[in-house]
Nanobody, 127 residues
Framework: QVHLVQSGGGSVQTGDSLSLSCAASERPFSPGVVAWFRQPPGEERQFVAATRWNGGSSRYADSVRGRFTISRDKSKYMINLQMNRLKPEDTAVYYC????????????????????WGQGTQVTVGS
């Protein structure tokens, strides 16, 4: 069982930046794919970004590409999401997610393939 604890988030204005972090409790921690999803008010959970824990390519939703960056700090067992040039439509509860084993790139946006989830953290962007 992997326990993921999220931190960061909050309320900002359009154009500001925020950073989210997700710390894993398990040792050793070597999942296949790590990701961020978000759930805007009244909507379903949607894919934001994902990357392989051991390096390689990353994948982003069209709506955040060029503004958000996913990264992982293997020494601290953390998954990070740097969010720049935030917009009101980025307002949502953000979740980190981990898949224990690797999976093909095409499946990364599917929330159903992830095994463990963080508790969620609110990000609110005012206009």
């Amino acid at each position: 069982q992997v326990h993921l604890v999220q931190s960061g988030g909050g309320s900002v204005q359009t154009g500001d930046s925020l950073s989210l972090s997700c710390a894993a409790s398990e040792r050793p921690f070597s999942p296949g794919v790590v990701a961020w999803f978000r759930q805007p008010p009244g909507e379903e959970r949607q894919f934001v970004a994902a990357t392989r824990w051991n390096g390689g390519s990353s994948r982003y939703a069209d709506s955040v590409r060029g503004r958000f960056t996913i990264s992982r700090d293997k020494s601290k067992y953390m998954i990070n999401l740097q969010m720049n040039r935030l917009k009101p439509e980025d307002t949502a509860v953000y979740y980190c997610a981990v898949r224990s084993r690797d999976i093909i790139f095409g499946s990364w946006p599917d929330a159903g393939v992830y095994d463990f989830w963080g508790q969620g953290t609110q990000v609110t962007v005012g206009s």
